[in-house]
């Protein structure tokens, strides 16, 4: 049998190597602790749940949904953006609210939108991966913007050339950031709208950790420079705010045109987000946020710990103020594949290599807060016996 081309040009998901050594090492009987993927340890608040479960029972939910996602959940959407950020959102009659499978879905299927053969999208090094790879499969080049931890790993447009400018099309841009932990002001964003005017480019503003921070640090929206919603769009989730990566609801908000261009896209393709799980996500919206600061409290205390032991091990971290990440720059002399290996092997603590989210990733390790206490501890202590040895 004989695949697409297409499919050739998707590199190995970087997570599923990563599981797949850690595999090998549980298959010969040794425990691994995991700072290696970023998913929420901490369950789904329990009223939430408990509206999706009236939800299941009700016949309505049983068929197809609608299309567009429901209007209650549209309406939910604008008003949680007006009351977080005081971002305005239409819909309808226009559409500047779209639900989404899950964000992922919709940052991967925005590519296939926006991009033709030949056309250049601006990918931030290091990134989440589903940027460049839903480029290549839709057919458009990668022009990759280093993320260097001297310009606080914000992309500087200064130095893209100008043949790569007359090609682009399409900007990605992650605030609060994965992988490097860093945050952008809304000076960023606004120097974002400057430069996607001047060049006529579309911004993606991939968001989804704009609600776990710390320190007292209040994340922004891209839509809150007045003129962002003519150059782009705003992903979201439900999937850190509320841990609820497992029930897969999304959203995408702002341009109206290029909104619509999705909904039609993905139309094609999906049937929309089964109900129950739309009306569990109005609940999480629309309730009172109270969970949040807590959960952040607590987060926050074990990126405290994670720093730390770091540290004390050797390693040179910036303390992030949001997101699920620790950054760490590893020591000299080793690759970061090769310094994951050997945390791996030494002492059974699985991280991610920088290097497996763009090259400008060298040199560095990524690991996650988001292990239940047990194991978490455990990896911290495990990490603090490499203290006599660097
Ligand atoms: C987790 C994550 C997503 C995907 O979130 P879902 O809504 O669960 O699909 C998108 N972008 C980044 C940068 C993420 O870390």
């Not at 004989?2 to 425990?31: C, H, Q």
């Not at 932990?181 to 993606?204: E, S």
């Amino acid at each position: 049998m004989r695949l697409s081309r297409r499919l050739d040009k998707i590199p190995p998901y970087l997570f599923v190597e990563i599981n797949r050594k850690i595999a090998e090492k549980k298959a010969k009987g040794e425990d691994v602790i995991s700072f290696a993927i970023g998913d929420p340890d901490l369950p789904t608040p329990k009223h939430i749940i408990d509206t999706l479960c009236a939800a299941a029972y009700d016949p309505a939910n049983h068929r197809y949904p609608e299309t567009y996602g429901l209007p209650e959940l549209c309406k939910a959407i604008a008003e949680w953006y007006k009351s977080r950020f005081n971002v305005t959102l239409d819909w309808p009659p226009t559409r500047e609210v779209l639900p989404l499978i899950g964000s992922k879905e919709g940052v991967g299927h925005m590519s296939f939108c926006m991009l033709d053969p030949g056309d250049i999208a601006l990918v931030p090094d290091p990134g989440y991966p589903v940027y460049s790879v839903s480029t290549l499969l839709a057919g458009g080049e990668i022009h990759y913007m280093p993320l260097l931890e001297e310009n606080g790993f914000l992309p500087d447009f200064d130095v893209i050339p100008k043949a790569v400018l007359k090609k682009a099309k399409l900007l990605w841009i992650c605030y609060p950031n994965n992988p490097t932990g860093a945050v952008a002001d809304v000076d960023f964003f606004r120097k974002v709208v400057q430069f996607a005017r001047k060049h006529d480019i579309a911004v993606c503003h991939d968001a989804p950790y704009t609600e776990v921070a710390f320190d007292g640090y209040k994340p922004h929206s891209f839509l809150e420079v007045p003129e962002a919603k003519e150059v782009g769009v705003e992903f979201h989730s439900l999937s850190k705010t509320y841990n609820m990566t497992g029930w897969r609801i999304g959203m995408v908000v702002g341009n109206a045109t290029m909104v619509d261009a999705l909904f039609r896209f993905k139309s094609n393709l999906d049937s929309g987000i089964p109900q129950a799980i739309q009306i569990a996500a109005i609940e999480a919206l629309t309730a009172a946020q109270s969970e949040i600061p807590q959960r952040n409290l607590k987060y926050q205390q074990r990126r405290d710990r994670l720093v730390n032991a770091l540290e004390e091990i050797g390693l040179k971290v910036t303390r992030p103020k949001a997101g699920f990440y620790i950054w760490a720059k590893i020591p000299r002399g080793y690759t970061a594949v090769q310094y994951t290996a050997e945390l791996l092997d030494k002492v059974g603590v699985a991280v991610t290599p920088g290097i497996g989210y763009g090259k400008s990733g060298e040199g560095y390790i990524r690991l996650s807060i988001t292990q239940p206490d047990d194991r978490f501890n455990e990896g911290i202590r495990r990490l603090l016996t490499l203290k006599n040895e660097n």
